[in-house]
């Protein structure tokens, strides 16, 4: 196949910066074209600066709080992020927190089936044995090495490919209190979503493969790897050593870490980076309205926006699935079909920060904050808990995460809620109405008066996580197999290049599919798709 002469990247998020940063530099001599719908660039990924005063009035004084409308916290173990931070520049404005703090080692749960108010996760050996999650995690923790592996299995053409939801998999290896109070609270700090839907394979691979190299025990995988820690390391399979520099080193003892100006300090520097470089164009506020493959002698691409056409020879797709479905060339036309883009939902999710005037410790335990299990009674609307009611997934509590964030993190408390998700109830459209819920909420889940807060922000999120369901691995394997048809004949090119096996309508390997739809939903997996890209190119 020849190297790509136009490439097409549709899609402005962190995935689609990642694949123009990282197609730039695999393919200098290319032009790259980035389309992107809104007037911004970055997608989810956005920062704010609420400023206030000494005495919590917004308008009097010049500090500042940074609030995420997105993701707001980094973990070091994503190479591909470390490797951007290196390579734009941004060590200096790197903020960590250590793997000694409050953040790092306590975490809870609001499980009003336990306990009133929080019930810290055991960080400990002596914690554990004080804990309520005791009399649920001890049996279960016990019994699941004696457990017969158990795992479903399916012809080897199923459709599910030994695949199963996170519930079932911790429900049949734990338990199903476990599934429920520990399975779905993580879920909804990731994916804000069913643990009952997810795919285990797609959504925690290293969850699944505790249980393979365990020979059917997940308990006997974590000791087999801390035997095996550190032993038989390499470079990774089928990708280049990460350009770390110092970053690495930098990282040493972080449990999480962002940047003074927030995360958006990452998506700005990628936007800076690409605008400074002569073969790449970003366009936001341009969408792609359609994509067509011609009915000439080397099914040329086209992509359509509003304003013109573009005749790339390369596509790659940052879009959300349905998005990509929508803009594809119709049923009718001779371009080969993509499967499976509208098999995955999306969840929802209200993010509402609040900054009060008071210091953290007067509203908050130390630590990171707190997730809320699926009730018992599932995600039905009732009176009580309150937490179900509004469906709040979960609390961040930020000015303990980033406490380095601004200088005024000692005399505010920063905190962010997240509601919606599988509880699916209607909020309130008011954002002062909803702020008056949530407080409540937050006065029975913490055991104590919550103020009224100085400032607030409201994001309301439409379809912003996806739902990696039971059987992703395979159908994104079937896609990737469709959009490489062809691809291995030598058919990429025209005329004499073609292959004996050329197939009209055939993508050829033109075109890649990426994204949080894709292979995951983390800031690491997006920036890791864009780092993969054009490998075979």
């Not at 371009?335 to 999710?349: C, E, G, Q």
């Not at 291995?488 to 739809?517: D, L, Y």
């Amino acid at each position: 196949m020849p190297p790509p002469r136009h490439i097409a990247i549709l899609g402005g998020g962190l995935t689609g910066l990642s694949s123009a940063f990282h197609l730039s530099r695999r393919f200098p001599n290319a032009r790259i074209t980035l389309l992107e719908k809104q007037n911004r660039l970055g997608g989810w990924v956005r920062s704010e600066q609420i400023r206030l005063g000494s005495d919590g009035d917004p308008n009097s004084n010049p500090a500042a709080l940074t609030v995420e409308a997105g993701p707001r916290t980094l973990r070091p173990a994503s190479k591909s992020v470390l490797e951007l931070i290196n390579l734009l520049h941004l060590q200096s404005a790197l903020l960590t927190t250590p793997r000694t703090a409050p953040a790092a080692r306590s975490r809870f749960l609001y499980a009003p089936s336990l306990q009133r108010g929080l019930t810290a996760l055991p960080a400990s050996a002596l914690a554990f044995l004080g804990s309520p999650l005791r009399q649920v995690l001890l049996p279960a923790i016990l019994r699941e090495p004696l457990r017969k592996s158990n795992r479903p299995r399916q012809p080897p053409k199923a459709d599910l490919d030994e695949d199963e939801s996170l519930a079932s998999f911790l429900g049949r290896r734990f338990g199903p209190d476990v599934a429920r109070l520990l399975g779905s609270a993580l879920c909804h700090g990731v994916y804000a979503a069913d643990a009952r839907e997810l795919s285990v394979r797609a959504a925690f691979p290293a969850l699944y493969g505790l249980e393979d190299r365990g020979g059917g025990s997940v308990v006997l995988g974590v000791l087999k790897d801390m035997v095996s820690f550190g032993k038989g390391k390499g470079k990774g399979e089928g990708v280049d050593e990460y350009d770390l520099g110092d970053v690495e080193a930098k990282m040493r003892g972080v449990a999480v870490y962002s940047f003074r100006g927030g995360m958006q300090t990452l998506s700005d520097a990628l936007v800076k980076a690409l605008e400074a470089w002569p073969n790449v164009e970003l366009c936001a506020g341009e969408a792609a309205s359609g994509i067509e493959m011609r009915e000439d002698e080397n099914d040329s691409l086209v992509v359509h926006t509003a304003a013109r056409a573009l005749e790339p020879t390369h596509i790659v797709s940052a879009l959300p699935l349905p998005v990509l479905q929508s803009i594809l060339p119709p049923p009718t036309s001779h371009a080969r079909p993509l499967p499976h883009l509208t098999a995955n939902p999306a969840s929802s999710v209200t993010v509402l920060s609040l900054v009060f005037a008071v210091p953290p410790h007067t509203i908050h335990p130390p630590g990171f904050g707190y997730l809320v299990p699926r009730p018992p009674e599932g995600y039905t609307p009732s009176p009580s808990p309150p937490a179900a009611e509004l469906g709040v997934l979960g609390t961040v509590f930020d000015s303990c995460a980033l406490p380095a964030q601004s200088q005024a993190e000692a005399e505010h408390t920063k905190l962010t809620v997240m509601l919606g998700g599988p509880f699916r109830v209607p909020l309130p459209s008011d954002d002062e109405e909803l702020v008056t819920r949530v407080l409540a909420h937050l006065k029975e889940a913490l055991q104590g008066d919550v103020p009224r807060p100085v400032a607030w922000r409201v994001w309301r999120h439409e379809r912003c996580i996806p739902t990696l369901k039971v059987g992703h691995v395979r159908r994104m394997e079937e896609l990737r197999a469709v959009l490489m048809e062809g691809a291995e004949s030598g058919e990429g090119g025209t005329g004499n290049e073609k292959g004996e096996g050329w197939r009209r309508g055939a993508w050829r390997g033109r075109m890649e599919v990426v994204g949080a739809g894709v292979g995951g939903v983390s800031v690491g997996d997006c920036v890791e798709a864009g780092r993969r890209l054009g490998a075979r190119w």
